[in-house]
T-cell receptor, first 112, second 115 residues
Framework: SQKIEQNSEALNIQEGKTATLTCNYT??????LQWYRQDPGRGPVFLLL?????KEKRKERLKVTFDTTLKQSLFHITASQPADSATYLC???????????FGTGTRLQVFP | GAVVSQHPSWVICKSGTSVKIECRSL??????MFWYRQFPKQSLMLMAT?????????EQGVEKDKFLINHASLTLSTLTVTSAHPEDSSFYIC???????????FGPGTRLTVL
């Protein structure tokens, strides 16, 4: 079956460390993959998009990698801050129809 | 990115009543809007794609007669939950595609509680 997996367990890290979140997918060959941030009771906020021909993309303290062979994307937050605490969702468009399928998300908790 | 609003932000209704949720694109003319539903501790599930001036397309398993979608203008789409039941209680979120159609911009969501 087709699915997107993210670590359902919360990730707890200390402020200043690098947080690394994983997104694995099966039976898809997406042209791109996206990462969103969602705070409790709020809609997701777009963070980064990485295309299949891009190995890595950066935006300020964020870095995303995309390995189409492993069918995996890694999302890194460097110099993490308590304000980075949220749930992070990966999403992809398996049929290039603008319809996104989301992973279950990983909750990140950054403590001082 | 596009700014999207939803109204109301939360609503409580009695079982059997209908509830309308509005989604507005404030600074972008959206020919396509999406409606999602999110249950506690679960991910977003796409319910339907709302196309301006035409009928919405629904995902498999979503009852089109229960979840009525109207996309009357380029800035407004509405979702009406008809004859709501407690199992319809959820977080409903809309989104629009931006200038780069690969990206979606989401509204703040509407929390529906059916008693």
């Amino acid at each position: 079956s087709q699915k997107i997996e993210q670590n359902s367990e919360a990730l707890n890290i200390q402020e200043g460390k690098t947080a690394t979140l994983t997104c694995n997918y099966t039976n898809y060959s997406p042209a791109y993959l996206q990462w969103y941030r969602q705070d409790p009771g709020r809609g997701p906020v777009f963070l980064l998009l990485i295309r299949e021909n891009e190995k890595e993309k950066r935006k300020e303290r964020l870095k995303v990698t995309f390995d189409t062979t492993l069918k995996q994307s890694l999302f890194h937050i460097t110099a993490s801050q308590p304000a980075d605490s949220a749930t992070y969702l990966c999403a992809l468009d398996p049929r290039n129809t603008d319809k996104l399928i989301f992973g279950t998300g990983t909750r990140l908790q950054v403590f001082p | 990115g596009a700014v999207v609003s939803q109204h109301p932000s939360w609503v409580i209704c009695k079982s059997g009543t209908s509830v309308k949720i509005e989604c507005r694109s404030l600074d972008f003319q959206a020919t396509t809007m999406f409606w999602y539903r999110q249950f506690p501790k679960q991910s977003l599930m796409l319910m339907a794609t709302s196309n301006e001036g035409s009928k919405a397309t629904y995902e498999q398993g979503v009852e089109k007669d229960k979840f009525l979608i109207n996309h009357a203008s380029l800035t407004l789409s509405t979702l009406t939950v008809t004859s709501a039941h407690p199992e319809d209680s959820s977080f409903y979120i809309c989104s629009v595609t931006g200038g780069n159609s690969d990206t979606q911009y989401f509204g703040p969501g509407t929390r529906l509680t059916v008693l």
